[in-house]
């Protein structure tokens, strides 16, 4: 049987949530369930999220413009649509391109740290 929630607990409006800037030119906006976390990434041009890991699963999708991942040493620049998906420990980095570009990341569990 699933909990129930206020109706207004279902929904979230644009552009609420906790918003942080992480690195120089890339902020996050996030929102989170218990034990799923929903991130929108805006990166500037040029910005870089330097090499890094969590023990958070991390799976995300590009929304606009591109960037370039490295992940587990493998390199590759991704555009609108594709889907990278992180193992927790994992070492990462990420670099955005010549313009502007936005993604949607997804963490299990939630990263207390973007709360």
Known sequence: MSEMMP????????????RHNIFPGVDILTNAG???????????????????????EQMGMMISGQLEFTVGGVTKVLGPGEIWRIPGGVVHRVR?????????????????DYL
Request: no cysteine; hydrophobic share 40%.
């Open 7 to 18: 109706n207004d607990a279902y929904f979230i409006t644009a552009g609420q949530g906790s």
């Open 34 to 56: 218990k034990g799923l976390m929903l991130s929108l990434v805006n990166f500037e041009p040029g910005s870089v999220v330097p090499d890094h890991s969590h023990p958070h």
């Open 96 to 112: 955005a391109l010549d313009g502007p570009a936005v993604a949607l990341d997804i963490f299990h569990p939630i990263r207390e």
